[in-house]
């Protein structure tokens, strides 16, 4: 029986890391494009988001079946085998993430219909901090690197804290302007998508921190001990 100390098999472990890392590149990259054509008021590039789910997508179904081929052959143990669950699930939270790329970008084709509703600032930054947190948990998967994953999940407040302040603005905005109210509505629901992205990205490094010393920290990620 093959087992995870064959040669051939960690090989396999280093390409599965590099396809998640090149699918992590792909929905970092659509959220920043999605986000971008919203602050830049770009049709075509917003058009150019809603058209190119394809690579996530194949990248999805070939990195299940890397992981579900490696799992029948070499019936790895321990940290092996939590590292290969881990990237099934990843890969699944990078999906979504491109799905929410999706979402922005038909928020933003809704949005483009109206003239703005205020200065786009915290949205941006929400995005570079969603993107930060996505990138950051990946590299700790591959580096096996529980210090910075336990980082991502520190950082969901700050983004969690700017969602709330979108929401803020826009309903004073809302108040004080009815003819607002419509894009405004869309405006929240970018900002919850972004949010979402990170709780995807906190998915992520609480599988990290699973794989690499086998606690659970999904129900109590502030927990260090």
């Not at 983004?159 to 826009?170: A, C, I, N, P």
């Amino acid at each position: 029986m093959a087992t995870s100390t064959v040669p051939h098999f960690q090989e396999e472990l280093q390409q599965l890391k590099a396809r998640l890392l090149e699918m992590g590149g792909f929905a970092e990259d659509r959220v920043r494009s999605a986000v971008n054509a919203l602050v830049d008021r770009d049709p075509a590039a917003v058009d150019a988001v809603l058209a190119g789910d394809g690579p996530i997508n194949e990248l999805h179904i070939e990195i299940d079946s890397r992981c579900f081929k490696m799992l029948a052959l070499h019936q790895p143990m321990a940290v092996d085998l939590r590292a290969i669950m881990s990237a099934v699930k990843i890969n699944t939270d990078l999906e979504r993430v491109g799905d929410l790329a999706v979402n922005i970008a038909e928020a933003a084709v809704r949005y483009l219909q109206h003239p703005p509703v205020k200065a786009l600032i915290d949205i941006p930054r929400m995005a570079e901090i969603a993107q930060g947190m996505l990138r950051d948990a990946l590299d700790a998967y591959v580096r096996r690197d529980t210090t910075l994953a336990q980082a991502v999940l520190d950082r969901d407040d700050v983004l969690d804290g700017l969602k709330t302040q979108v929401f803020r603005d826009l309903l004073t905005v809302m108040l004080s302007a009815p003819q607002t109210i419509e894009p405004s509505l869309d405006l929240i629901l970018v900002s919850r998508h972004l949010e979402r992205i990170g709780d995807h990205a906190t998915n992520v490094a609480e599988d990290v921190i699973f794989m690499v010393s086998a606690r659970d920290v999904r129900h109590h990620a502030g927990d260090h001990t």
